[in-house]
């Protein structure tokens, strides 16, 4: 397994702006709370829940039936696109922290990100002729694969205008539309569409999930990446979770979000957890005081104590067992 550290995508010389931002992000999502909605689970969409815990007063829920956890009431469409509009957190992260940290996130998440959709295709038999990403920011990733020379052609949806600019400018095709809203003719139609670290912050995550699936051909594949509810980080941490932010509406686990994509006339062929981080960031939580883990001399050894000798392979072991924070979702569209 390779290492991947908090530092390295996440400078801390850079992230005391950050928070600054962020309070004042959740402040002018806050003034409109009075617009907030209440919504079903999004995963299996059942009203059944119970409250699992606040964080800068905004309300999450457990599904009882799928333990998706999940923001209720949550802001409305219309909010979330003010939100997003003038968010001085999302700025910083796009101005500042992503390209301070583009370098290492090329070698360590984005190069094997790409190797790991080749060899997806190989193993399901995905002809690789169209790709489309939906949410590209950067386009680094359809920059990598454009650069292998293996598709022959590349697509990034970024609806964003200044994103999209940046896109274009690395010399990418760039559709600047809201995936609901793409008209393509059949023979348009893409072998593989992805979209990475996007559907935990919508309103309606399986409306964008039906669109992905549109734009396929039938025996294509969908690949999504998302944040994985039961990890270990996120449920060891709960509140304390950086993950567990304003931002992020929706908290599938395994089994849920492929329940999900089932649900919506897909064939489910791969879900797993390959992230690098889950030890790492409870370690630093620790060691910093927002965790306290007094009472559980299990993680004190592992996490702090003895991190040397047992920390990557207890990250290991997250990742193998499907227990790490990070999780992928591989489904293919039905031949009709």
């Known amino acids: 397994m390779s290492t991947l550290t908090e530092q390295e995508i996440r400078p801390a010389e850079l992230m005391d702006k950050q928070r600054i931002a962020a309070l004042t992000d959740i402040g002018r999502l806050l003034s409109r709370c009075g617009e907030f909605v209440n919504v079903n689970c999004p ?29 209720n009431p949550r802001p409305s469409p219309n909010v979330l696109q003010w939100f997003y509009q003038g968010s001085p957190n999302y700025a910083y992260w796009n101005d500042v922290i992503f390209p301070a940290s583009e370098a290492v996130r090329l070698k360590k998440i984005f190069t094997p990100r790409v190797v790991r959709l080749f060899e997806l295709c190989d193993k399901f038999n995905i002809e690789k002729d169209k790709l489309l990403e939906v949410g590209s920011g950067f386009g680094t990733f359809c920059s990598e694969v454009k650069k292998r020379d293996i598709f022959n052609r590349v697509v990034a949806v970024e609806p964003t205008p200044d994103l999209a600019k940046t896109c274009k400018e690395r010399g990418l095709e760039v559709i600047e539309q809201p995936i609901e ?15 990475f670290e996007v559907i935990e912050h919508l309103f309606d995550p399986a409306e964008f999930v039906k669109h992905m699936n549109r734009l396929l051909k039938p025996g294509g594949i969908m690949m999504l990446t998302c944040p994985n509810g ?6 060891t941490l709960g509140v304390a979770s950086d993950t ?19 649900k919506l006339g897909m064939e489910v062929l791969e879900v797993f957890t390959p992230g690098l981080l889950d030890a790492e960031l409870v370690r630093n939580k620790i060691i910093d005081g927002e965790y306290n883990i007094a009472g559980q001399p299990f993680l004190k050894k592992i996490l702090i104590d003895e991190w ?7 990250q290991e072991f997250l990742v193998q067992q499907g227990l790490s924070s990070n999780m992928w979702l591989v489904a293919r569209k039905y031949y009709s």
């Open 43 to 71: 995963a299996c969409g059942i009203n059944n829940y119970t409250q699992k815990f606040k964080k800068n007063s905004i309300t999450y829920v457990e599904c009882k039936e799928c333990r998706t956890f999940y923001v």
């Open 181 to 195: 809203e793409i008209q393509l003719d059949a023979n348009e139609y893409f072998n593989v569409v992805v979209s």
């Open 230 to 235: 039961l990890g270990f980080d996120i449920e």
């Open 244 to 262: 567990v932010d304003h931002e992020h509406l929706n908290y599938f686990n395994p089994e849920s979000l492929a329940g999900m994509v089932t």
């Open 308 to 314: 040397g000798k047992y920390g990557l392979s207890f």
